[in-house]
Every structure is written in structure tokens, then in C-alpha cells.
């Protein structure tokens, strides 16, 4: 079967660095996508992995190693308003999004 | 410019009636979505569109039907609604090729059904 695992809630400091993994197995691999959902609103597009290394894009960075089946998110100098859930999603052969269940990220000042 | 419009934001509705959730999008996209999120099972894939014309069956499409008459409207039926069906339902839509994975959601619909 196919599967996306992620922590299910962190909790990290305003100003400080977090990393959220997510792992998977799925049928197929066409790329690797992490969306922000705040709390009540809909899923926004974040970035988009289909090579192996690390993509940077602001204050937020995220890497693949499609041999490991593992990505992670990094958050840099964290401000309150990064408090939200992070979707991972991987797109397998069928070119559909496989989505994870989400991390809770809890961010206190 | 809208993005992607869903209607309505909000209902509550008995079981055994039938339901429409409407969903228009502005930017010309082929592929269009429906997903239901439910707490701690992330979203789920109803029914889809690639281009206008078509539809297909995703993970969960057992109880609900779509129609893709153009490429600007995906409406999402409920024939006969049980209470499982309680959740947030979100319409999205996509380019195509090497965009696809980059989804534009809409601002959802939370449906209660008692």
C-alpha cells in the first residue's frame, strides 16, 4: 500500500529552527509537495521537491532523498504566525497526490 | 481574481437528503478535485476531473457523484447524505504536467450531517 508518515504535532519556540520529516512508500514517485494549512482555512502550496537536494525559498527550506523515501521542512527564525498543520503529499506514478495526515505545529513565544 | 469559489461555506443537513456542493474555478485549470479532511486522516480524494468532459473515482467515492460539463464547474452531490459524510470538504484545481502537484483550493465546505 502506499503511505505518508509525519510527526503528528511539534512544538518549538518564536526565533528558533524546526524540521518536520515526512517519509513514504508509494507506487511511484513524480514528486514531493508540502502545503501550510492554517487552523479553519484551506491547504496552501509551500514547495515542490522532485530532485534530490535541498530547495530554499525564503525562511523555508525543504529536502529530498528519494532513495531514503524521506523529505523534510525547515523553518527558520520561526514567528507565530508558522503556527499551522504541514502537509506532506508525494505524487506517485498515476500522477495522483498521496497526502499525509498532517503535522500540528505548535509555535510559543 | 477568485481562484477557486466553493458554495456554501457552511450546512447542516438531515440524512437521506440529497446535497450539492458547488465549486467554480477562474484560472482555466484541466484538472479539478474534491477532497473530504477529516481530523487525523489528512485529506482524502473523492472524485476528480483531468479536463472537462471526464471524471474519475479517487480514494473514497463510494456515496458521491460529480460532473465536469466545463472547465470552470466540478459540483459534488451527495445523493442520500449518512452522517459519515460529516466532514470539510475542499474543491481544488491544477494545471497540468509539471504543475499538477501545485493544487489551488478553495476555502471549503463544512457539511454536518445528522
Known amino acids: 500500500g502506499q503511505n505518508i508518515d509525519q510527526p503528528t504535532e511539534m512544538t518549538a519556540t518564536e526565533g528558533a529552527i524546526v524540521q518536520i520529516n515526512c517519509t513514504y512508500q508509494?507506487?511511484?514517485?513524480?514528486?514531493l509537495f508540502w502545503y501550510q494549512q492554517h487552523a479553519g482555512e484551506a491547504p496552501t502550496f509551500l514547495s515542490y521537491?522532485?530532485l534530490d537536494g535541498l530547495e530554499e525559498k525564503g525562511r523555508f527550506s525543504s529536502f529530498l532523498s528519494r532513495s531514503k523515501g524521506y523529505s523534510y521542512l525547515l523553518l527558520k527564525e520561526l514567528q507565530m504566525k508558522d503556527s499551522a498543520s504541514y502537509l506532506c503529499a508525494v505524487m506517485d506514478s498515476n500522477y495522483q497526490l498521496i497526502w499525509g495526515a498532517g503535522t500540528k505545529l505548535i509555535i510559543k513565544p | 481574481i477568485a481562484g477557486i469559489t466553493q458554495a456554501p461555506t457552511s450546512q447542516i443537513l438531515a440524512a437521506g437528503r440529497r446535497m450539492t456542493l458547488r465549486c467554480t474555478q477562474d484560472?482555466?485549470?484541466?484538472?479539478m478535485y474534491w477532497y473530504r479532511q477529516d481530523l487525523g486522516l489528512g485529506l482524502r480524494l473523492i472524485h476528480y476531473?483531468?479536463?472537462?468532459?471526464?471524471?474519475g473515482k479517487g480514494e473514497v467515492p463510494d456515496g458521491y457523484s460529480v460532473s465536469r460539463a466545463n472547465t470552470d464547474d466540478f459540483p459534488l452531490t451527495l445523493a442520500s447524505a449518512v452522517p459519515s459524510q460529516t466532514s470539510v470538504y475542499f474543491c481544488?484545481?491544477?494545471?497540468?504536467?509539471?504543475?499538477?502537484?501545485?493544487?489551488?483550493f478553495g476555502e471549503g465546505s463544512r457539511l454536518t450531517v445528522l
Open positions: 508509494t507506487s511511484g514517485f513524480n514528486g
Open positions: 481544488a484545481s491544477s494545471a497540468s504536467g509539471l504543475d499538477a502537484g501545485e493544487l489551488f
Open positions: 484560472m482555466r485549470h484541466n484538472a
Open positions: 521537491n522532485v
Open positions: 476531473s483531468n479536463t472537462a468532459g471526464t471524471t
